[in-house]
């Protein structure tokens, strides 16, 4: 086995230990108030920080590319209440067409 498996395996085998643990720590429960409100703020702060390196990282700076447009349409697709995946296959249409004219 590679050390690259060695990496993906112990990596996976800590993320099962780490999503079992709040269900075996806290059992049917409920979380305190505070705590609560931190859990509820997680995901949307996830996926921000995704896509915002996703939309201006790479080559160790910030780059700006038609990735930045596409997200943009998304977001206003959002704002106008769109579902999710219309606001998807609307930032995938903007960033090709940029590519395409650019």
Request: hydrophobic share 65%.
């Amino acid at each position: 086995m590679t050390d690259v498996w060695i990496v993906v395996v112990a990596v996976g085998l800590a993320t099962v230990l780490f999503k079992a643990a709040g269900p075996v720590l806290v059992g049917r429960r409920p979380l305190p108030r505070r705590w609560q409100s931190v859990v509820d703020l997680l995901a949307p702060v996830m996926l921000t920080a995704l896509v915002v390196t996703q939309t201006f990282g790479g080559d160790g700076g910030v780059t700006v590319d038609a990735r930045l447009p596409g997200v943009a349409a998304a977001a206003i697709a959002i704002w106008r209440k769109a579902p999710i995946i219309v606001a998807m296959v609307i930032a995938g249409l903007v960033t090709a067409l940029v590519r395409v004219v650019v």
